[in-house]
């Protein structure tokens, strides 16, 4: 049986809201997978300036010179040097957290020195005050799940990620704690995390649903969650609620889902 959650927010609590999602590029002289001394400098004090940076993805690029499979090769020995450099410093990064090389395939700068780089994409902390105080029973999600049987699903209502990403952005993550929540409550409790995209009837090229519903799964595991309990799947757009194409935001937003279903829930 599912327990009750209960939270408890007090008059001038601090809690964490997080700032617009930014970007620092790190560069690299031709043909090398080492920062440029300039670049090493500036990313050493990047890192000391945001020691809470929360990192959900670092892509990889080169010039066009040399190979596309060459190149491709080297971009992720990109990635991969910074990816060790900001591990020795201790920033963490998830295993949700998106890393991608481009090699030469993207639109060039004309100044072949801007190609050759890593943009680390990532986001900071900053503290809010709460002054009202609030008091929240079991949580809809909660409530929800009690319900439903075996093959019923449940949209992750306002689970939402970065573009073409499988990084969940900060707003979000309290849905998700929520349902982690519900998993720990519930032992006996076992899903199915489904995927789904908006806004294309052909293929999902990039199986973006497939790395969303796979992030959850991931993170899910990661908190204590047996992975026994779990499976995932991808439904691309063969699932919408709203027609493709969709007549707004909303019905973007409404076919841009992630939803579980139930396997078991005793």
Not at 122 to 146: C, D, H, P
Not at 160 to 172: C, E, K, L, R, T
Request: glycine letters at 4%.
């Amino acid at each position: 049986m599912i327990k009750k959650i209960t939270w408890f927010i007090l008059l001038f609590t601090p809690i964490f809201s997080y700032s617009q999602k930014k970007e620092f590029s790190v560069y690299f002289d031709f043909d090398s997978s080492t920062p440029n001394v300039n670049s090493l400098e500036k990313l050493d004090k990047w890192i000391s300036e945001n020691p809470q940076a929360s990192i959900f993805k670092i892509y990889g690029y080169c010039d066009a010179i040399g190979s596309e499979g060459y190149n491709y090769n080297l971009s992720l020995k990109r990635i991969d040097y910074v990816k060790d450099i900001l591990a020795q410093k201790g920033l963490k990064l998830s295993q949700s957290s998106d890393f991608k090389g481009f090699g030469e395939n993207f639109n060039q700068s004309s100044d072949q020195a801007k190609n050759r780089k890593a943009i680390i994409f990532y986001s900071t902390i900053e503290k809010k005050i709460v002054t009202e105080k609030a008091k929240v029973e079991e949580t809809q999600m909660a409530t929800n799940i009690k319900k439903l049987k075996i093959g019923e699903k449940l949209k992750l209502k306002n689970l939402n990620f970065y573009d073409q990403s499988g990084a969940i952005v900060p707003n979000s993550k309290p849905v998700f704690q929520e349902l982690l929540q519900v998993m720990k409550d519930n032992s006996k409790l076992k899903i199915e995390i489904q995927g789904h995209i908006c806004c294309q009837t052909d293929s999902d090229l990039d199986d973006i649903a497939n790395v969303r519903a796979k992030a959850i799964y991931r993170l899910l595991i990661e908190n204590g969650i047996s992975e026994n309990r779990l499976r995932y799947t991808s439904f691309g757009s063969s699932s919408p609620i709203y027609p493709i194409p969709e007549k707004n935001e909303f019905e973007k937003n409404e076919n841009r889902r992630v939803e579980i279903m139930i396997l078991e829930n005793n």
